[in-house]
């Protein structure tokens, strides 16, 4: 391989990186710092996209939109529309068992999947959205290497952002309600209140994440929200990095990713006529995978690191 | 009329097939304390172990259906032991993840062994009865019999937990976790008839399945939203709620059909459940929480 293509490969590897990560420290948000099972990443990072796409893309005839915003209305967007969601689900499951919340998770992500695939009116149903444009149109970033510096930009604020929130008495009180329910609500703290505000932000990260992805890719149609990439391979880089952990969430996304795109190169390796089977096998190590670390090594790669205890002064 | 009634049959029998995962996924929520997402995917391998007891044995899907189940209770049980049973012992939301991991690794599996393509297991169209009484409706013999075998195992279910001492183990220990702990029940011994009672009606719902539409490796796990929807109706923890739960579920998702595209059938399940969650979080029969 050249250096030139090998060069696009690793800038387009940690682009893909990069928006798992901000998936992954979505998730963190919800399961790592509180305990809430959320097994619809997929949905969430699906109306993050759509958003986007349909407030930038130039107008169409086949679907609604065409708004041709700017990239980071497109964003806002995204984001706001997924914490829009999270709300809703937040406040119907806030008060019950996470058992509730991951069903209800698993269903609005289906539901929004339904959605998209048959309301061609909004999405373009099946044949998909094309020519979601990349920012800074024009200019010398208008590259994927270009991109790649945006993303790693929103990783970066997305990290302290939610550094600065584990770190604050907010965070505790999460951490506190993940570790202790019954405790924390004697000390007078709202659960139902914490745990929805903790969703909805998860839920507005992982929209972020989807308006990432929109114009990284430029094209979107509802197969790419399948359950097992948006859900599950999050979920696997959250508990490979180390829950509770926003390094851990970012370094998880990389790693899995990296062993992601290995499996691929390998099974590329076998006849195209095995190409369905080698999909299956792919999936089948990452599942065996999260089954190992789960009985090995369930605090991940790096463990949960609580903040240092600030002296009080006298 | 007719159509509805016609309607109706086609809703018990989605109901059938709902209620023998959401028993499972009842009992199993009810011992074990977490919600099985690989549920859905039980029911898919237990069709597919019926697909091969027919193809190699020639058997017809009714002979095959007590194979798959015995067969599926079986895999369920060296699932336990060889994966949840390790982590247990931890909190029960380490078994959710697991069991979501589960339902991928089982789905590929599935894809490896028997392909990605549609499978039926009888070719050809069956003739339906018509019934010029009732105004010349069709009854189909196969959705029949889907009902009238999933009422027996579902009477069974019933004998088990009333009338033996396992049976009754099983019902204190999904009622109260501790004192049934304390009076000296065996536990392992009760999960284990759990996943086995579990994993054969999920191999029923799946041939169910089989014979009323076809097998495609994702049959499991779109049927799961509904399983769950069922399950939670009818109370989780409680077996009985389940039955009712999936009829309620079943025949609305038929009904719907009347009023809206058929492609949203999942989500009348998904809309009755959130329902439920915001009105009767405990379900129908007041649920182990």
Known sequence: MELASLFAYLV????????YAVLAMGLNTQWGFTGQFNIGIAGFFAVGAYTSAILTTPESPAYLGGLGMPFAVGLVGATLASALIGL?????????????????????????????????????????????????????????FG????????????????????????????????????ATAAAGKSIARFRLQAFVLG????????????HFFGFLSPEAFMPLYGTFLVWVMLIAGGSGNNRGAILGAVVVWGVWTL????????????????????????????????VTRPQGILPEKPPKLIARKK | MNDIIQILIYGMVLGSVLSMGAIG?????????????????????????GLTFIAVMGLSPWFALPAA??????????????????????????????????????????????????????????????????????????????????LGLVAGVHLFLTRTRMGKAMRAMSDNMDLALVSGIPAERVIIVTWIIGGALAAAAGVFLGIDTRLHPVMGWTTLLPVFAAAILGGIGRPYGAIVGGMIIG?????????????????????????MLIFRPQGIFKGTL
């Open chain 1, 203 to 214: 839920a507005a990260i992982m929209g972020l994440g989807g308006g990432l992805y929109a």
């Open chain 2, 69 to 150: 189940m015995i067969g599926m209770a079986v895999v369920a049980v060296v699932i336990d032991q060889l994966l949840y049973r390790r982590i247990r012992r931890t909190q029960p939301v380490i078994l959710l993840i697991s069991s979501f991991g589960m339902a991928l690794i089982l789905r590929s599996l599935i894809q490896l062994i028997w392909g990605s393509e549609n499978q039926t297991y009888a070719s050809g169209i069956q003739f339906p009865w018509r019934l010029d009484v009732l105004g010349g409706l069709r009854i189909k013999p196969d959705h029949v019999w889907i009902v009238l075998i999933s």
């Open chain 2, 25 to 49: 996924v009842s009992m199993i929520f009810g011992i074990l304390r977490f919600a099985h997402f690989a549920h859905g995917d039980f029911m898919t391998l237990g069709a597919y172990i």
């Open chain 1, 88 to 144: 809703v689900i937040g406040r119907i499951t806030a008060k019950l068992r996470t058992d509730y919340l991951a069903i209800a998770t698993i269903g609005i992500a289906e539901m929004i999947r339904l959605f998209i695939k048959n309301e061609d009116w909004l999405t373009n149903g099946v044949r998909g959205i094309a020519g979601i444009e990349r920012p800074f149109a024009g200019t010398p970033l208008d590259t994927p």
């Open chain 1, 263 to 294: 499996t691929e190169l390998t099974t590329d390796l076998l006849p195209t006529e095995y190409a369905t089977q080698a999909a299956a096998l792919r999936v089948l190590l990452i599942g065996v995978l999260l089954q190992v670390i789960l």
């Open chain 1, 147 to 182: 991109y790649l510096l945006v993303v790693v930009a929103f990783v970066v604020l997305v990290y302290f952002l939610l550094e600065r929130a584990y770190a604050s008495p907010w965070g505790r009180v999460l951490r506190a309600i993940r570790e202790n329910e019954p």
């Open chain 1, 12 to 19: 387009s590897f940690l682009t893909f990186a990069g928006i």
């Open chain 2, 251 to 275: 025949i609305s998702m038929e009904m719907s059909t009347l009023f809206i595209s058929a492609a949203y059938k999942p989500a009348v399940a998904f809309a009755i459940m959130v329902i």
